[in-house]
């Protein structure tokens, strides 16, 4: 059995999990029957959730349901942070189809500047046995590429979507000029992926693909701001997709 300290918010909510416990504990999530689940005494332990309020209310409403004191710097945060998503929520929600409501949070500015948590599908980078990713040398950056760079990691250093390395591997980065005119910065990882072991899932067909396709009038594409932030690599193999510069 263990013990965990709380602290008591003057709120609505009964309880507001940590990050740094749910690192501890690593508890399942069960959207689906709005479980959270704990692995104890070899046999699940689920206690069930509540629904406060309903899934259209106004969170800005809940989250200050209680008036927070002053002193409660945390709390206050929260809910700042909060308020400003939903704002921006809202001013995308004027611009898309109502139907497509639901799936407004996929354009926020708020959440794409946030790495998403570690999930069962993270990406897995598994080397084949005996083999170490190389150390690629640099490619040739030209002076307004290396400023476009530099501002590019700043920008992932500011948001913690990368960090200072001193990793084994590297691999180089260089620029794609894309159909605009601007340039597109890409990171050559062909060396790490000789030594890592392939899938072995069948490549759709495409003949297969084309005659789903047809009579179809419509075709959309949506880059979600940024849709490979939407996976994380797995923990223990960041290492492996380290860039040098």
């Given at each position: 059995m263990e013990r965990w300290p709380f602290y008591?918010?003057?709120?609505?909510?009964?309880?507001?999990?940590?990050?740094?416990?749910?690192?501890?504990?690593?508890?399942?999530?069960?959207?689906?029957?709005?479980?959270?689940?704990?692995?104890?005494?070899?046999?699940?332990?689920?206690?069930?959730?509540?629904?406060?309020?309903?899934?259209?209310?106004?969170?800005?409403?809940?989250i200050t349901g209680s008036p927070p004191q002053p002193d409660h710097e945390e709390w206050l945060m929260l809910a700042e942070l909060i308020a400003k998503d939903l704002d921006e929520l809202d001013e995308v929600r004027k611009t898309i189809p109502e139907k497509y409501h639901e799936f407004a949070d996929v354009f926020s500015t708020v959440q794409a500047s946030e790495l998403p948590p570690h999930q069962l599908f993270d990406h897995r980078i598994e080397l084949l046995p005996g083999?170490?990713?190389?150390?690629?040398?640099?490619?040739h950056s030209s002076r307004d590429e290396l400023e476009l760079l530099w501002a590019y990691?700043?920008?992932?250093?500011?948001?913690?979507?990368?960090?200072?390395?001193?990793?084994?591997?590297?691999?180089?980065v260089l620029f794609v000029d894309k159909k605009d005119g601007t340039k597109r910065l890409c990171i050559d990882y062909r060396g790490?992926?000789?030594?890592?072991?392939?899938?072995?899932?069948p490549i759709p067909l495409i003949d297969e693909q084309?005659?789903?396709?047809?009579?179809?009038?419509?075709?959309?594409?949506?880059?979600?701001l940024g849709a490979y932030n939407l996976v994380r690599i797995r923990e223990g193999d960041e290492w492996k997709t380290a860039f040098n510069c």
């Amino acid at each position: 059995m263990e013990r965990w300290p709380f602290y008591v918010f003057p709120a609505m909510h009964k309880l507001v999990l940590g990050m740094d416990w749910q690192e501890r504990t690593h508890p399942y999530y069960d959207w689906k029957n709005k479980r959270l689940v704990f692995e104890q005494l070899d046999r699940p332990l689920a206690p069930e959730s509540t629904m406060l309020v309903s899934p259209d209310a106004d969170l800005r409403a809940v989250i200050t349901g209680s008036p927070p004191q002053p002193d409660h710097e945390e709390w206050l945060m929260l809910a700042e942070l909060i308020a400003k998503d939903l704002d921006e929520l809202d001013e995308v929600r004027k611009t898309i189809p109502e139907k497509y409501h639901e799936f407004a949070d996929v354009f926020s500015t708020v959440q794409a500047s946030e790495l998403p948590p570690h999930q069962l599908f993270d990406h897995r980078i598994e080397l084949l046995p005996g083999s170490q990713p190389p150390v690629r040398r640099l490619y040739h950056s030209s002076r307004d590429e290396l400023e476009l760079l530099w501002a590019y990691i700043d920008n992932m250093l500011a948001k913690g979507f990368i960090r200072p390395s001193r990793s084994e591997a590297a691999s180089p980065v260089l620029f794609v000029d894309k159909k605009d005119g601007t340039k597109r910065l890409c990171i050559d990882y062909r060396g790490l992926n000789s030594v890592t072991m392939k899938d072995r899932n069948p490549i759709p067909l495409i003949d297969e693909q084309l005659d789903r396709l047809a009579g179809a009038i419509l075709f959309t594409k949506l880059d979600l701001l940024g849709a490979y932030n939407l996976v994380r690599i797995r923990e223990g193999d960041e290492w492996k997709t380290a860039f040098n510069c």
